[in-house]
Nanobody, 124 residues
């Protein structure tokens, strides 16, 4: 279990872009499930994107085609590029890492390291 620190949130207009970054310390990302979750006011936290060194990334159907998750091994970070932002993307975004014998899934209980969250606000 290590520490994660997010950066890159902010306020943008609909149609704009943001890049969120998650810096890991105390553990390497190579063998981990790397995930982004988000939580909008009054809603449950939901998985947005997941990456592992094996296999293709997973995306929530609500963001597929607009969000891209990637990893920078040299920096021990992973990012979430968000394009064509919509008002419904407004939420606190959290990065998380974990591992599970069944593989990487958008189940928050299967992640044991979490960032503090970064706010994304989209205005129309």
């Amino acid at each position: 279990q290590g520490q994660l620190v997010e950066s890159g949130g902010g306020s943008v207009q609909a149609g704009g872009s943001l890049k969120l970054s998650c810096a890991a310390s105390g553990h390497t990302l190579d063998s981990k499930c790397m995930a982004w979750f988000r939580q909008a006011p009054g809603k449950e936290r939901e998985g947005v994107a997941i990456l592992h060194r094996i296999g293709t990334p997973w995306y929530n159907s609500a963001v597929k085609g607009r969000f891209t998750i990637s990893k920078d091994s040299a920096k021990n970070t992973f990012d979430l590029q968000i394009d064509n932002l919509k008002s419904e993307d407004t939420a606190a975004y959290y990065c998380a890492t974990g591992s599970h014998p069944l593989g990487c899934r958008p189940v928050q209980e299967e992640y044991d390291s979490w960032g503090q969250g970064t706010q994304v606000t989209v205005s129309s």
